[in-house]
């Protein structure tokens, strides 16, 4: 299927590891994928052959999962994720100029990294905090009564870092 | 003895601030060489003033709220440790209006107690709900529930001791729990309070179930966009398991009930019953043909109770108090409370959990305090992506399944998301496809090709609202007339409430904000 492999051996014994680990469990393929996103930050095409193989399904199922659910990654991502919430109690609290604004500080729209790496910025539905709209999510901590200039200052710390 | 001092570790008390807040707590008193032990409790919701701090005193707990960092140090000159005065003391946590004015039961613990301390669970009436259970019939449990009068937490409001008979009623060895903590509305996290607030009271609910259908395993479906509420669960699942409470024989019974949290991948479908038995069992969460109901062909092809959150972690209170007590709360035929989250542009979003029959002008304005803007409520979406928008006119309606219903909209899971009067309805609309058209899994045509048609007729009624000429006055009545044609195939023909609900945001919009789609001049 793959002429050559973007991963290495060692990325490929990991994968391995991953499907070994998972594959008994009822239902295995969503936490396969989550441990093998939460590993490498995305899930790559190379993985569906060996998961297809280990838990006796088609490469196009594996696929077909994958490409559901907008949580996997088709594509490596940034260092961090930055989710900006576009459902309607942030809508009610100003998110669409928020989205602007934080699309024109990063250069990026969504689905796209900045050129340094570091910001992966997606639309997410609800983080659940919608007593304290609006609401970004970066990695896995949830912010709240968001304005641009937060966001910035949230972006630039975890870049410092 | 070191005073105690409360911070919540709730995720949107965390967004606001919170562990900072702790910190500098932690750093003050040790800077001063004051000892005090600070405990990370969960949130009482009212998030408006989170981070929301506690100290213990002898005559109960002292609020001071909200703490920021630079806060700390003046609370300390005050010795609020001691209740001294403060601009931020708000006096004692169980007199604030907001919250004596509440009907906690499912709630009853939040905010109180450490969410992982399993002691801290059993000194707040914890587990007396299943020691009652384990000396009763699966029927008889069973019995308690449909007595009670829950219903559905999640949105659809069907009865969930019916639901819970018919598994019982299977006579097949495996059956399952499951949990449905795909909480993808907005407006609402009630689940989520729950989840990472008070996770005993779920984990003890679903134990609760499996003892009275007789199910050994229960999974937990958890959306990914709640990291702490996984975290939260699995340390309390741990907790449960060491003390014997789940696992083989819990306390002591003859009794098998094991529970895993399994983590969802943002698929707002997949809070759909059928399609996250799908997504469990591995596959693309979509929409499964009923019948079988779930109950009889759920999880692996066995028979399945899926509840929602609030639904699970509302049965120890009915087992522990008695069915009666629960549906001596609410009204006609919505018994017991409903959490209501409030949500959007509202000046003081939180937890409310109330017997049914409030209204929604109480609600908004007395709980609320109005618009976060201070300017009118305009529109107020009830029950989430898939509710109507309702106009001021209706907020006189009492919150109860029925009566919502008279009027064409939805409680749904209980969350109400305020909109001021800079809101444009027509966009509203829009935004209301388009979520559908994203979220669709795509198994039926009314929902996958209805809603993106949806968008781009809401577009071309957007471009055309102020044509004077006839053509255009024709042209704009054709497209409104397409919508309605459209959503009425959509609710008709949809396989599932996201592609059948959907015209529900886009044609109350319509109907009661005419005049935002170039409907009034016409």
């Known amino acids: 299927m793959f002429v050559t492999s973007a991963l290495s051996p060692q990325e490929l014994t990991r994968i391995d590891v991953h499907i070994a680990t998972h594959k008994a469990m009822p239902g295995a393929l969503l936490p396969l994928l989550h441990a093998i996103q939460d590993d490498f930050g995305w899930v790559s095409e190379e993985c569906y052959l060996p998961i297809s193989k280990a838990l006796a399904l088609s490469v196009a199922e594996v696929h077909g999962v994958v490409t559901f659910y907008h949580h996997f990654h088709t594509h490596p991502v940034g260092k961090h994720i930055l989710q900006v919430c576009r459902a309607e109690s942030c809508q009610a609290m100003g998110s669409q100029k928020l989205e602007k604004d934080i699309k024109t500080a990063l250069g990026i729209d969504y689905h796209e990294t900045t050129k340094d790496g570091a910001v992966t910025l997606l639309p997410v539905y609800c983080l659940g905090n919608c007593a304290c709209s609006p609401a970004v999510m970066l990695d896995d901590e949830v912010y709240g009564r968001m304005t641009a200039e937060k966001v910035a200052d949230i972006v630039a710390e975890a870049r410092a870092v | 003895m070191a005073i105690k001092v409360y911070v919540p570790r709730d995720s949107s008390a965390l967004s606001l601030g919170a562990d900072r807040t702790a910190k500098a707590i932690q750093a003050e008193a040790a800077k001063r060489g004051i000892e005090i032990e600070l405990i990370r409790n969960g949130s009482r919701g009212l998030f408006w003033l989170e981070p929301f701090v506690e100290v213990a005193t002898d005559k109960g707990r002292v609020a001071f709220a909200p703490v920021q960092p630079k806060d700390v140090a003046s609370l300390f000159d005050a010795d609020f440790l001691n209740n001294g005065a403060h601009a931020l003391n708000l006096g004692l946590t169980e007199e604030l209006a907001w919250l004596k004015k509440q009907q906690r039961l499912t709630f009853a613990r939040v905010g109180i107690t450490d969410p992982v301390s399993l002691e801290d669970y059993l000194a707040h009436d914890g587990y007396k709900g299943l020691k009652n259970a384990l000396n009763m019939t699966g029927a008889e ?182 069915a009666q007590y629960y549906a001596d709360y609410g009204m006609g035929r919505s018994r017991g409370t409903l959490p209501i989250q409030l949500a959007g542009n509202i000046k003081h979003g939180g937890l409310v959990e109330l017997a049914f029959g409030a209204t929604l002008r109480e609600l908004l304005y007395d709980f609320g305090g109005g618009s976060f803007t ?124 996201l592609g059948g609900m959907t015209p529900y945001p886009v044609l109350s919009a319509m109907n009661h904000f005419g005049e935002d789609f170039g409907l009034e001049n016409r």
């Open chain 2, 141 to 322: 449990i069973v019995k308690s529930v449909t007595d009670s009068g829950l219903r559905g937490r999640g949105g659809a409001a069907f009865p969930t001791g019916i639901k819970w008979n018919t598994v019982l009623g299977c006579q097949v060895e495996q059956k399952y729990i499951v949990c449905n903590a795909d909480e993808g509305d907005s407006g609402t996290y009630s689940d989520r309070m729950i989840m990472e607030n008070d996770p005993f009271v779920l984990i003890e609910g679903m134990t609760i179930a499996g003892v009275a259908v007789g199910a050994n395993m229960g999974y937990i479906y958890l959306r990914s966009e709640y990291p702490h509420a996984l975290k939260v669960l699995n340390e309390a699942i741990a907790k449960a398991e060491a003390a014997g409470y789940l696992g083989d024989k819990i306390c002591g019974s003859s009794h098998t009930f094991n529970l895993e949290v399994r983590r969802a991948a943002g698929a707002y479908i997949c809070g759909e019953e059928t399609s996250l038995l799908e997504s469990l069992e591995g596959k693309r969460g979509q929409v499964r043909f009923k019948p079988p109901l779930p109950a009889i062909e759920g999880l692996f092809g066995k028979p399945t109770v899926v509840n929602n959150v609030i639904s699970l972690a509302t049965i120890p209170i009915i087992l522990d108090k008695g």
């Open chain 2, 374 to 497: 201070g300017k009118p409520i305009r529109a107020v979406q009830v029950g989430g992506p898939l509710g109507a928008f309702l106009p001021e006119s209706q907020f006189d309606t009492p919150l109860d399944y029925e009566e919502f219903s008279k009027i064409w909209a939805v409680l749904g899971h209980g969350g109400i998301v305020a909109f001021d009067d800079t809101v444009d309805m027509a966009k509203m609309a829009r935004y209301a496809f388009e979520f559908c058209a994203i979220e669709s899994c795509g198994k039926c045509t009314p929902c996958r090709i209805g809603s993106t048609r949806g968008v781009e007729v809401i577009d071309r009624i957007i471009a055309n609202k102020n044509a004077l000429d006839t053509n255009g006055v024709k042209e704009h009545a054709k497209q409104v007339q397409l919508v309605r044609d459209l959503s009425d195939t959509m609710i008709n023909g949809s396989l599932c409430a």
